[in-house]
C-alpha cells in the first residue's frame, strides 16, 4: 500500500488542523492504521490508532481530548483532527499502516509509512 499524507501547516496555538492519509493499493480496510510525531531531537512517537473496522482508537496521553482519529474505508483515508494545538505538537506527523493486526497500539511493527507532513504551532 502507498500512503500519502497532507493536511499540515502553521497554525497558532489554540488552532485546529485535520490531517489526512490517503492508501493506494491493496484494500485499506485490510490495514489497522496509526499516526506518529517526530520532533527535532526526538523520537518518534505513536499519537493516535485505529482499528481496520474503525470501532477501536488508542490515544497517547498528551493528547487525549484534542485529538481525534478516524477512518473512512470507502474512501480509502485515514483523518487525524487535531484542535487545542499546542507548540509542544510541533512535528512531522506520518501516518502507518500495519497489515499483521486488527488493531495495532505500539510503536514499533508497522509495515508501511506515508512521507510526512509538517505541523507547526507558534505560540
Known amino acids: 500500500v502507498q500512503l500519502q499524507a497532507s493536511g499540515g501547516g502553521l497554525v497558532q496555538a489554540g488552532g485546529s488542523l485535520r490531517l489526512s492519509c490517503a492508501a493506494s493499493?491493496?484494500?485499506?480496510?485490510?490495514?489497522?492504521m496509526g499516526w506518529f510525531r517526530q520532533a527535532p531531537g526526538k523520537e518518534r512517537e505513536l499519537v493516535a490508532a485505529?482499528?481496520?473496522?474503525?470501532?477501536?482508537?488508542y490515544y497517547e496521553d498528551s493528547v487525549k481530548g484534542r485529538f481525534t482519529i478516524s477512518r473512512d474505508n470507502a474512501k480509502n483515508t485515514v483523518y487525524l483532527q487535531m484542535s487545542s494545538l499546542k507548540p509542544e505538537d510541533t512535528a512531522v506527523y506520518y501516518c502507518?499502516?500495519?497489515?499483521?493486526?486488527?488493531?495495532?497500539?505500539?510503536?514499533?511493527?508497522?509495515?508501511?509509512w506515508g512521507q510526512g507532513t509538517q505541523v507547526t504551532v507558534s505560540s
Open positions: 502507518a499502516a500495519d497489515i499483521n493486526h486488527a488493531f495495532w497500539a505500539a510503536t514499533t511493527g508497522y509495515d508501511y
Open positions: 493499493g491493496r484494500t485499506f480496510s485490510a490495514y489497522a
Open positions: 485505529i482499528s481496520r473496522s474503525g470501532g477501536r482508537t
